[in-house]
């Protein structure tokens, strides 16, 4: 069993940043792709980053050259750092890891960020 606890979302002022965190804890023996989505009242779950075990990363367009992704491979551990927020990154973002030594994947509850204008 393996849970994810994605954390750090919260109220922040349009340009502000935040960073999140989603820490994996149970039987893991190697977590291979890590990516985070976000989902906005009304509009559909999507990508916004990944990031492989070796560390190539890929951005949705909206949050390129504003948000980062990194890991930290030995605390199983995948990070979200937001700048130059806006109030449509408002969203519940989750975090989602997929493994090499086992099938299927894993979703985090998802932590809310809020924007404002």
């Known amino acids: 069993q393996v849970t994810l606890v994605e954390s750090g979302g919260g109220l922040v002022q349009a340009g502000g940043s935040l960073r999140l965190s989603c820490a994996a804890s149970?039987?893991?023996?190697?977590?291979?792709?890590m990516e985070w989505y976000r989902q906005a009242p009304g509009k559909q779950r999507e990508l916004v980053a990944g990031?492989?075990?070796?560390?190539?990363?890929n951005y949705a367009d909206s949050v390129k050259g504003r948000f980062t992704i990194s890991r930290d491979n030995a605390k199983n551990t995948v990070y979200l750092q937001m700048h130059s927020l806006k109030p449509e990154d408002t969203a519940v973002y989750y975090c989602?890891?997929?493994?090499?030594?086992?099938?299927?994947?894993?979703w985090g509850r998802g932590t809310q960020v809020t924007v404002s204008s």
């Open positions: 149970g039987t893991i023996f190697s977590i291979k792709n």
């Open positions: 989602k890891v997929d493994y090499n030594f086992r099938s299927g994947d894993t």
């Open positions: 990031i492989t075990r070796g560390g190539s990363t």
